[in-house]
């Protein structure tokens, strides 16, 4: 069982709701208050003291990465926290902490870092492995992370069949499996978009312009390479700024 001993009113609502959101049972008691029998890991708050059993100290800001951590020891789990990711645009995110699923998420490209990094925040040695598909989207993410361990994973049948039921899943699945396999570390992408690549885009740009208008290769190259949107692009090309 999991106890919450703690005098930090902030920690005590914080972690209850957190162990309450995921159906665990657990108990709660008063910081000088004997454990119960079956106590097998404590919980407490900045300024408690430690107990005789396996102890996380939660922040008030972060009860959730308590509440985490309390899990992977409850588990007997092994190893740390791990972020995977599917690169697309819309990128299935998914974070372990001790082997298990403790959140995921689907966002926009732009937010997928913002994202990243809020969920490892106060993390210890965290590891993110993003798939090496979707090259181009794939390394925006990277550069856009913030000094962080990386490894970059073969995605190859990372993405399960989903049955009835679980459409529009996929990429999120995926992210799980590209979060359990190990990759190879990187600290950077460097892509050349392809010609092929380059074409998609303006074919993109000529869809999505009112006039029928199709950018240069040039614009298409820096909306590859992410120093641009598609409509930032459009405009350029009609000489806007």
């Not at 995605?155 to 990429?171: H, I, N």
């Given at each position: 069982m999991i106890v919450v001993a703690t005098s930090d009113f902030k920690v005590y609502h914080g972690v209850v709701g957190e162990l309450r959101d995921r159906?665990?049972?657990?108990?709660?008691?008063?910081?000088?208050?004997?454990?119960?029998?079956?106590?097998?890991?404590?919980?407490?708050?900045?300024?408690?003291?430690?107990?005789?059993?396996p102890t996380v100290r939660a922040s008030p800001d972060h009860p959730r990465r308590a509440v985490e951590e309390a899990l992977a020891i409850f588990r007997g789990a092994d190893g740390g926290t791990i972020v995977g990711i599917d690169p697309g645009d819309r990128p299935g995110i998914a974070v372990l902490s001790g082997g298990a699923i403790v959140s995921t998420f689907q966002v926009p490209i732009e937010r997928t870092a913002a994202v990243v990094e809020?969920?490892?925040?106060?993390?210890?040695?965290?590891?993110?492995?993003?798939?090496?598909?979707?090259?181009?989207?794939?390394?925006?993410?990277?550069?856009?992370?913030?000094?962080?361990?990386?490894?970059?994973?073969?995605?190859?049948?990372?993405?399960?069949?989903?049955?009835?039921?679980?459409?529009?899943?996929?990429?999120?699945?995926?992210?799980?499996?590209?979060?359990?396999?190990?990759?190879?570390?990187?600290?950077?992408?460097?892509?050349?978009?392809?010609v092929g690549e380059l074409r998609t885009i303006q074919r993109r740009s000529r869809e999505r312009s009112d006039g029928g208008r199709t950018i240069d290769e040039s614009l298409a190259r820096q909306v590859a390479l992410g120093e641009l949107s598609i409509p930032e692009a459009l405009r350029r090309h009609r000489g806007e700024r």
């Open positions: 159906d665990v049972r657990f108990t709660t008691i008063e910081p000088d208050e004997d454990l119960p029998e079956a106590a097998r890991i404590v919980v407490v708050g900045p300024e408690d003291p430690r107990r005789d059993v809020r969920e490892l925040d106060g993390a210890s040695d965290p590891v993110v492995r993003i798939g090496d598909g979707a090259r181009l989207r794939g390394a925006r993410i990277i550069d856009a992370l913030d000094a962080r361990r990386i490894e970059l994973v073969d995605e190859t049948g990372t993405t399960p069949y989903q049955g009835e039921g679980v459409r529009g899943m996929g990429d999120v699945l995926a992210a799980v499996n590209i979060a359990r396999t190990e990759g190879e570390e990187i600290e950077s992408r460097e892509i050349e978009p392809t």
